[in-house]
């Protein structure tokens, strides 16, 4: 069992920056591809970036390429998601996932994976 707890969340106005925190606990956290989903009110979660278990590989999904950068730090147990030059359209809770089978890199919630509790992210206009 992994327990993942997302924090960094809050207000900015567009244009603004916000680095996401995910820490890890229990299971095997640097064996495991990790990741990023969002999910505005109303919408289905989407995929936001991903990032394999050596950190080696990143993947974003093409709303928020080259504006966010997904990080991990495999000896904190920890995933970031630094997110610049925020938009009013990145509203959402931000959900950290970690995917044991790796689907999550091809931008697949994971279906045997873990889920944190997700972090309110608003973005001004």
């Known amino acids: 069992q992994v327990l993942l707890v997302e924090s960094g969340g809050g207000l900015v106005q567009a244009g603004g920056s916000l680095r996401l925190s995910c820490a890890a606990s229990?299971?095997?956290?640097?064996?495991?591809?990790m990741g990023w989903f969002r999910q505005a009110p109303g919408k289905e979660r989407k995929f936001v970036a991903a990032?394999?278990?050596?950190?080696?590989?990143?993947y974003y999904a093409a709303s928020i390429a080259g504006r966010f950068t997904i990080s991990r730090d495999n000896a904190k147990n920890a995933v970031y998601l630094q997110m610049n030059s925020l938009k009013p359209e990145d509203t959402a809770v931000y959900y950290c996932?970690?995917?044991?089978?790796?689907?999550?890199?091809?931008?697949?919630?994971?279906?045997?994976?873990?889920w944190g509790q997700g972090t309110q992210v608003t973005v001004s206009s």
């Open positions: 990032i394999t278990w050596s950190g080696h590989y990143t």
């Open positions: 996932a970690a995917d044991p089978t790796n689907g999550i890199l091809s931008s697949t919630k994971p279906t045997n994976g873990y």
């Open positions: 229990g299971g095997t956290f640097s064996s495991y591809a």
